[in-house]
């Protein structure tokens, strides 16, 4: 199983980053796909989801109404476009593999007990300076 973030980098705040997660190795229609972000001296933090198929997407608080996750099962790919970024927003990201949650997607991703259950990839530094 492999996961790979990209698409990171340093952006001014109000700026815009479009991050990737590249996955293989396994079933794709059984996980759904999290967005997790890990701040400097923070533990890791889940922020949005998305089911299996791309059908349903959630999202914390936190970023709802400026981040989009997307998904494309042809590309292996998931997608998080960022805009209107904070420095808040700094971090390290990661997506992680997510057994199938259905509606309880964003509950998945933001019980920290869980995560020792999903596959992680490496992350990628994000930047927001003010």
């Known amino acids: 199983v492999q996961l790979q973030a990209s698409g990171g980098g340093l952006v001014q705040a109000g700026g815009s980053l479009r991050l990737s997660c590249a996955f293989s190795g396994f079933t794709w229609d059984y996980y759904d796909i999290g967005w997790f972000r890990q701040a400097p001296g923070k533990g890791r933090e889940g922020f949005s989801c998305?089911?299996?198929?791309?059908?349903?997407?959630y999202y914390a608080d936190s970023v709802k109404g400026r981040f989009t996750i997307s998904r494309d099962n042809t590309k292996n790919t998931v997608y998080l476009q960022m805009d209107s970024l904070k420095p808040e927003d700094t971090g390290v990201y990661y997506c992680?593999?997510?057994?199938?949650?259905?509606?309880?997607?964003?509950?998945?991703?933001?019980?920290?007990?869980?995560?020792?259950?999903?596959?992680w990839g490496k992350g990628t530094l994000v930047t927001v300076s003010s």
């Open positions: 992680a593999a997510v057994p199938r949650a259905g509606r309880e997607c964003i509950v998945a991703v933001t019980t920290h007990s869980r995560y020792d259950m999903y596959y």
């Open positions: 998305i089911t299996e198929r791309g059908s349903s997407t």
